[in-house]
Every structure is written in C-alpha cells, then in structure tokens.
C-alpha cells in the first residue's frame, strides 16, 4: 500500500503527529510520503491507495495549505481513500470532543470532500511554557494557562495530552 500523508502545522504539534501515523504505517509496510501542505504545490494523489489529510486548529480554522491541498485535490481525492485528522485543545476535555470532532473534522469534510472519509482522528494538543510565539500564542496561552491553574496543573511543566497509543492505534486501523 502506499500513503500520503499531508499536515498543516503552526506550532508543530501535527508535524510530529503525522510523522508517527507515517512510522506506525511503514512498521505495518506501507509505503509513506509524509509532506507539509505548506506552499504545497501541484500533487500528483492518484499516486496513493491512502491520502491522510491533518492540521492543528487556530481559532476555529485548519491551516490553508492543508484546506487548500483538499480543495485543489477535491476531484481526485474522490476516488483515493482519504482519513482526516486535526490536533486541537479542545480534544484535550472530554465535554468538548463531540463539538470540536464536528467543526473540526465532519464540517470540513463535507465542504471539503465528495466521499466520506475512511476515518477521523481528533488528537490533544501540547501546553508548553517555554515555546515563545507571536501575540496571538501569547494570549492564548495566558487563558489556557489560567483554565489549566483553575484544574490544579502545574504550569511551569510542559504537557502533553496527546494520547500516542490512540494515535499510533488510528494509524496501525488504516
Ligand atoms: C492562537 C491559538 C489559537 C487556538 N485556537 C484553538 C481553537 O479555536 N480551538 C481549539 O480547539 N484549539 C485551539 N488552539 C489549540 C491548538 O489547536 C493546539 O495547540 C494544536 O495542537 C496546534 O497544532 P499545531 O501545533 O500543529 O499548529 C489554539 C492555539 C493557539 C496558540
């Protein structure tokens, strides 16, 4: 079999995401091209049994390469089996799952698919106080960090609510 595998990241929580479900899918003897959607130019899809689409969510929203890889693909990926993942916060709490698997993951697959996707994977995301990004991070995490103290969570750690065993289980089920 062989597998694509596109991701869109910002922080770089999907990059290291994408490149487990790749290591997971060549242990099982998969062929895997892993690729960043960003300036992703003409694709050749019709290469691959699998296309595996992700993205990490910034207010709401996927990463333009990686819609833009599903809109300039729309055609082709309607005969190639395709999964979706996105890494997001609100995967971290359980009463948030079910929101964020809609607007995250079946939204964007019906505006982006023709076809329903084999899968859907919504992953945690990382609390690191030591990474140091643009404003828009800074207030972020100022808030997550105070919902956070509110549960009792050190802060000065970083945390990691990725659960890599569900993941690497996503990968090894595709
Ligand atoms: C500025 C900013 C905005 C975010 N917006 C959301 C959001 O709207 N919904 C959500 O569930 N998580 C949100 N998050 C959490 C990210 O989705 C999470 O950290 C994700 O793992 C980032 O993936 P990436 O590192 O691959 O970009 C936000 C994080 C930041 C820093």
Known sequence: MKALIVYGTRYGTAAEIAEEIGCVMKNDGAEVDLVDSKGLKDFDVSLYDLVVVGSGIKIGKWTKGSLKFLKDNKSALSER?????????????EDKKDEARKNYLKKVAQENLINEPVAMGLFGSVY??????GLMYKVTMKFIK?????????TSKR?????????????HDL
């Open 81 to 93: 089996n395709v999964a979706l993942f996105v890494t997001c916060g609100a995967a971290n709490e």
């Open 128 to 133: 690191d106080p030591e990474i140091k990004q």
């Open 146 to 154: 105070k919902e956070l103290e509110k549960q009792g969570i050190d």
């Open 159 to 171: 945390h990691d609510y990725r659960d890599w065993d569900e993941i690497r289980a996503w990968a």
